[in-house]
């Protein structure tokens, strides 16, 4: 147990020294703009439908408070990036100690997580919330975990793909009562932002739509032909 505590409090003091940089990148902005805009009635910032709204929830409600919004916004986001470490270290725990501790180690010192831990982006949080979601389903927390699925899925969408990995899981185990808990947990957020979609854009799936779309526009892909 102590070797992961030893672990996480390296991973977040060797981060912390790139909380105070101010450089970010262009979705990030987008992100703080976003909040901005949820929380003064669009008369500040910007909106882009395509977007997930959960993080832009946060980042608005941040510079609502008055807070300085890079500074607080790298910090949630590294606090975020140090609990996914202890969650993969809770589930590999499941089945040995050992399992727990190299796991985390392992996705600690990969470069690319280490790199994005104190990015504002929307990456980190929705593993969060599916990690969370799969150590709930592994204690028989299914509403709960639903629940959390829904929130990777609206910090995400692509992460709504951990309520099928649930289904199968589930539905292969002849568990379909518990899967409809799951449902019923997911539902319990998806729902209310579907008819904010549908308020915002005139489509309960417009903004799920306009992402896919933007995902699929070449203008937006990367094209290096040497």
Same mark, same amino acid.
């Given at each position: 147990?102590?070797?992961?505590?030893?672990?996480?409090? #390296? /991973?977040?003091? #060797?981060?912390?020294?790139?909380?105070?940089?101010?450089?970010?990148?262009?979705?990030?902005?987008?992100?703080?703009?976003? +909040?901005?805009?949820?929380?003064?009635?669009?008369?500040?910032?910007?909106?882009?439908?395509?977007?997930? $709204?959960?993080?832009?929830?946060?980042? +608005? /409600? $941040?510079?609502? !408070?008055?807070?300085?919004?890079?500074?607080? @916004?790298?910090?949630?986001?590294?606090?975020?990036?140090?609990?996914?470490?202890? *969650?993969?270290?809770?589930?590999?725990?499941?089945?040995?100690?050992?399992?727990?501790?190299?796991?985390?180690?392992?996705? +600690? $010192?990969?470069?690319?997580? /280490? *790199?994005?831990?104190?990015?504002? !982006?929307?990456?980190?949080?929705?593993?969060?919330?599916?990690?969370?979601?799969?150590?709930? !389903?592994?204690?028989?927390?299914?509403?709960?975990? @639903?629940?959390?699925?829904? %929130?990777?899925?609206?910090?995400?969408?692509?992460? @709504? #793909?951990?309520?099928?990995?649930?289904?199968?899981?589930?539905?292969?185990?002849?568990?379909?009562?518990?899967?409809?808990?799951? *449902?019923? @947990?997911?539902? *319990?957020?998806? %729902?209310?932002?579907?008819?904010?979609?549908?308020?915002?854009?005139?489509?309960?799936?417009?903004?799920?739509?306009?992402?896919?779309?933007?995902?699929?526009? !070449?203008?937006?892909? $990367?094209?290096?032909?040497?």
């Amino acid at each position: 147990m102590k070797k992961i505590f030893y672990f996480l409090i #390296l /991973f977040f003091a #060797l981060n912390s020294f790139f909380i105070s940089r101010y450089d970010l990148y262009w979705d990030e902005a987008v992100y703080i703009g976003m +909040g901005k805009s949820l929380y003064s009635d669009s008369s500040i910032g910007l909106m882009e439908v395509f977007r997930p $709204i959960f993080l832009p929830l946060v980042l +608005g /409600f $941040i510079w609502k !408070l008055g807070l300085e919004i890079i500074v607080a @916004g790298k910090i949630i986001s590294l606090l975020m990036s140090t609990i996914c470490l202890y *969650l993969v270290y809770l589930i590999g725990k499941e089945k040995s100690e050992k399992t727990g501790v190299l796991s985390a180690i392992i996705l +600690g $010192i990969t470069p690319v997580y /280490f *790199l994005y831990s104190t990015h504002m !982006l929307t990456e980190i949080p929705s593993v969060l919330f599916s990690l969370v979601a799969i150590y709930l !389903l592994i204690k028989k927390r299914y509403l709960f975990s @639903g629940v959390f699925s829904g %929130l990777s899925f609206l910090t995400k969408f692509p992460s @709504g #793909l951990i309520l099928v990995i649930i289904g199968i899981i589930l539905i292969k185990d002849k568990l379909l009562k518990k899967y409809i808990r799951v *449902l019923v @947990g997911f539902s *319990l957020l998806v %729902l209310p932002y579907l008819v904010y979609s549908y308020v915002s854009n005139g489509s309960f799936m417009g903004s799920i739509i306009s992402a896919s779309a933007h995902q699929s526009n !070449l203008n937006y892909s $990367i094209n290096d032909s040497r």
